[in-house]
């Protein structure tokens, strides 16, 4: 079992940035790909960014492909999310994502999620 807690969510202007973080425990997060998706009022979760196991794959969404990026730490068992340019679309409840599978993990169907964190992007 792997529990996923995220933080640093919030109101920003457009333009600005914001560091999300997802810290996970349970068993062994260092052998599990994570990932972000995000869901938007009246629309689908939809994938972010992903990251493998050792940190070396990443992932985009072409709609954050140059604004945002996904690293990890597994001696803090944490990955993060760097948003930078923020745009009004990218308004949504982020959520974090874990599977020892990455390819679960792209395909939006991890088996561990945390419960949210809401970022706002206002003009």
């Known amino acids: 079992q792997v529990q996923l807690v995220e933080s640093g969510g919030g109101l920003v202007q457009a333009g600005g940035s914001l560091r999300l973080s997802c810290a996970a425990s349970g068993r062994t997060t260092s052998s599990i790909a994570m990932g972000w998706f995000r869901q938007a009022p009246g629309k689908e979760r939809e994938f972010v960014a992903g990251?493998?196991?050792?940190?070396?794959?990443?992932y985009y969404a072409d709609s954050v492909k140059g604004r945002f990026t996904i690293s990890r730490d597994n001696a803090k068992n944490t990955v993060i999310l760097q948003m930078n340019s923020l745009k009004l679309e990218d308004t949504a409840v982020y959520y974090c994502?874990?599977?020892?599978?990455?390819?679960?993990?792209?395909?939006?169907?991890?088996?561990?999620w945390g419960q949210g964190t809401q970022v706002t992007v206002s003009s």
């Open positions: 990251i493998s196991w050792s940190g070396a794959d990443t």
């Open positions: 994502a874990a599977d020892p599978s990455t390819r679960t993990v792209l395909a939006g169907t991890s088996t561990y």
